[in-house]
């Protein structure tokens, strides 16, 4: 018998494989099992969750309120390969005490996806419900620890109080008080009856024939700074923006009369 005889007569089920596998290869053979899409969903979660813990600017001018607030994103965030919610459960502690906690449940949907190409990558819908405890040491990244997810829905999630602030219309009204008035310490009675908020700082100084006046918010790094000059002319000294950080000289009127820089 020849050769192309023999050849012609090889079993059937072994060109049948060959097809098939060809079949498989040009069809997307590589979209993987139902699980990969509860895997990439659950490998989200915890990347959402390491993204929250990775803040560490808890320091004493941000309230427990404000982390919760600014830190745990509201409403749907996009992540690898499909979208999260993040809820706040619970909160606890200070941002400027030993500890600040906060819980957070993180949902991921992740859609099916499929592919064409030879060993391209695909998976099915796919879903994921992890809860996290958040821990926050002053000025460090949280500790993060997964912790059983209770079903009752998230509590209403907090509303900080507004931040104070000084406007334009505050450097206007600062202005208006420094140009009305002869002496400093008259100038600094009249602006502490405008702003008798403890949280403002203000002081005045006489300085050749005329008075400086800096009106300050020190946990906002906010400072109003005005001169008079002897001739009754109003200005606007500037000054460097880190001089107004803590254990540096802050908001003072020796941000003009004894510059740092």
Request: aromatic residues 6%; glycine residues 8%; charged residues 20%.
């Amino acid at each position: 018998m020849t050769g192309t005889a023999r050849a012609s007569r090889r079993p059937p089920l072994a060109g049948a494989a060959a097809l098939l596998g060809l079949v498989l290869l040009t069809s997307g053979c590589a979209i993987l099992s139902s699980s990969e899409g509860d895997r990439r969903a659950a490998d989200a979660a915890e990347q959402a969750a390491e993204q929250i813990g990775s803040h560490s600017a808890n320091t004493p001018e941000i309230t427990l309120l404000e982390m919760v607030a600014w830190w745990v994103p509201e409403g749907p965030i996009s992540v690898d390969a499909g979208t999260a919610m993040v809820e706040p459960l619970a909160w606890s502690g200070e941002s400027a005490g030993s500890q600040a906690t906060i819980d957070i449940r993180v949902v991921v949907d992740v859609p099916a996806k499929s592919t064409t190409t030879i060993f391209g990558q695909g998976w099915d819908a796919g879903s994921a419900t992890h809860c996290y405890r958040l821990e926050w040491e002053q000025y460090e990244p949280a500790r993060r620890f997964e912790i059983p997810c209770a079903e009752s829905p998230a509590p209403p999630r907090p509303t900080p109080a507004p931040r104070p602030s000084l406007s334009a219309l505050d450097q206007e009204r600062v202005a208006e008080i420094v140009a009305s008035h002869d002496s400093a310490r008259v100038t600094e009675r009249a602006l502490h009856d405008a702003y008798p908020q403890e949280y403002i700082r203000i002081e005045t100084e006489a300085v050749d024939g005329g008075v400086v006046a800096s009106v300050g918010i020190p946990a906002e790094r906010e400072c109003i700074l005005v001169v008079r000059d002897e001739a009754g002319g109003i200005s606007f000294p500037g000054f460097r923006q880190i001089s107004l950080e803590p254990g540096e000289m802050g908001c003072s009127t020796k941000l003009y009369t004894a510059s740092p820089f």
